[in-house]
């Protein structure tokens, strides 16, 4: 990505970490360079960039906390503020039976650069579950949660039993308050 791109995107993460990101402008500002290209191009890149980058980096307490789940036969949902065409490759690599990530726009199979549906993001997460087990009332009992960030607080509050995953400060401070589990994971333990 040209420099000036990278220096906003990063402007931009400050802002997410601080709670006053506009979700709706940074996914407008990061999907500029996607218009106009094929569906079919940007997954043939995202599964390479999944499979030859992102998967090193998976926390083995991560897997196997997956695993833990998969054994008691809960549904798996993977859930991120990310664009569908990063998340969807991990949630396949996962064996994740569900994937909410924010929504890429296209037309006749081009995309358009801009997103559709509810940003998951904040209570848009929320807002998305809801709408994936529609009519399943029971949905939020005895569901877990995880996350790093205190931007998934209404996600949080909203499943039975939260955890707080290498929380970033403000996520650390709610979780102690809380008495919810805070867990370090390592990539390399």
């Not at 995107?9 to 601080?18: D, F, I, K, R, T």
């Not at 979700?23 to 191009?41: D, E, K, V």
């Not at 897997?63 to 990063?86: M, N, P, T, Y």
Request: aromatic residues 8%.
């Amino acid at each position: 990505a040209p420099a000036g791109m990278v220096a906003e995107e990063q402007a931009m993460m400050s802002l997410y970490h601080q709670g006053k990101m506009d979700m709706h402008q940074y996914m407008a500002f990061t999907l500029q360079p996607l218009a106009g290209r094929t569906r079919q191009w940007l997954d043939s890149l995202c599964t390479r960039f999944a499979e030859q980058v992102l998967r090193e980096r998976l926390y083995p307490e991560g897997l196997a906390r997956i695993e833990w789940h998969r054994q008691r036969g809960d549904e798996l949902v993977l859930i991120s503020a990310s664009g569908e065409h990063l998340v969807a490759p991990m949630a396949q690599m996962l064996g994740m039976d569900h994937c909410v990530a924010i929504l890429l726009d296209e037309e006749a199979g081009m995309l358009t650069g801009q997103t559709r549906g509810t940003l998951s993001f904040r209570e848009g997460k929320v807002a998305r579950i809801n709408q994936l087990f529609a009519g399943k009332e029971h949905l939020w009992q005895g569901s877990f949660g995880y996350s790093d960030s205190h931007n998934d607080l209404p996600m949080l509050q909203a499943v039975s039993h939260p955890h707080a995953v290498n929380p970033a400060p403000a996520l650390r401070q709610c979780a102690e308050e809380l008495g919810w589990p805070l867990w370090t994971w390592q990539l390399h333990p």
